[in-house]
């Protein structure tokens, strides 16, 4: 069974600063493509959640160039240059190699 | 744009069987694979299984053979089948979009009781 840790599990950002988030798995998520398929999740209050970044580090279509995400093997970050007002939610990475695992989820909230 | 809807029940009594249903607009059912993912206070969100047109499924292995989806071409629907559920499978049950490995949209969600 495939773990998925994230960290912080809560983060408070002033408008305008940084934040990242951590994710590591409990095994390397290289696919037998030699891809790596982890994806992150953002959940705004109130609704579903969205994809932000897939395959490690590409943005998906309309989602803002401060998010940007690195990584390899097991372990995974998430960064938001700038963060902005309309960035708060809980944000989940996820493992798409093995299960389909998520992280417990990291919630993003402005000072 | 691709835009998916659950529908069913909202209430299950345990040890019955919870029926969802995933209509799909805005794509041809036929072209993706679609899935099912639930989140609950308790587990977070957790992948439930997939399927493909042809009929190839996929389950997670945590649900014991207690789910079965099946899909509808002809109405653009793909549906949901667990059986024997207890508190723990009360959840925001979600339908998405499955390509690449990845969950593209996803549904609105609709909340799954259970109680007698």
């Known amino acids: 069974e495939i773990v998925m840790t994230q960290s912080p599990l809560s983060l408070s950002v002033t408008p305008g600063q940084p934040a990242s988030i951590s994710c590591k798995s409990s095994?390397?998520?290289?696919?037998?493509?030699?891809?790596?398929?982890v994806s992150w999740y953002l959940q705004k209050p109130g609704h579903s959640p969205q994809l932000l970044i897939y395959?490690?580090?590409s943005r998906f279509s309309g989602v803002p160039d401060r998010f940007s995400g690195s990584g390899s093997g097991t372990d995974f970050t998430l960064k938001i240059s700038r963060v902005e007002a309309e960035d708060v939610g809980v944000y989940y990475c996820m493992e798409g190699t093995h299960l389909w695992t998520f992280g417990q989820g990291t919630k993003v909230e402005i000072q | 744009q691709v835009q998916l809807q659950e529908s069913g029940p909202g209430l299950v009594k345990p040890s019955e069987t919870l029926s969802l249903t995933c209509t799909v607009s805005g794509a041809s059912i036929s072209s993706y694979y679609w899935s099912w993912i639930r989140q609950s206070p308790g587990k977070g969100l957790e992948w439930i299984g997939y399927i493909y047109y042809t009929g190839i499924t996929n389950y997670n292995p945590s649900l014991k053979g207690r789910v079965t989806i099946s899909m509808d071409t002809s109405r653009s629907q793909f549906s949901l089948r667990l059986s024997s559920v207890t508190a723990a499978d009360a959840a925001v049950y979600y339908c998405?979009?499955?390509?690449?490995?990845?969950?593209?949209?996803w549904g609105q969600g609709t909340l799954v009781t259970v109680s007698s």
């Open positions: 095994q390397s998520l290289v696919y037998s493509d030699g891809k790596t398929y």
């Open positions: 998405a979009k499955h390509t690449n490995r990845k969950f593209n949209p």
């Open positions: 395959e490690v580090s």
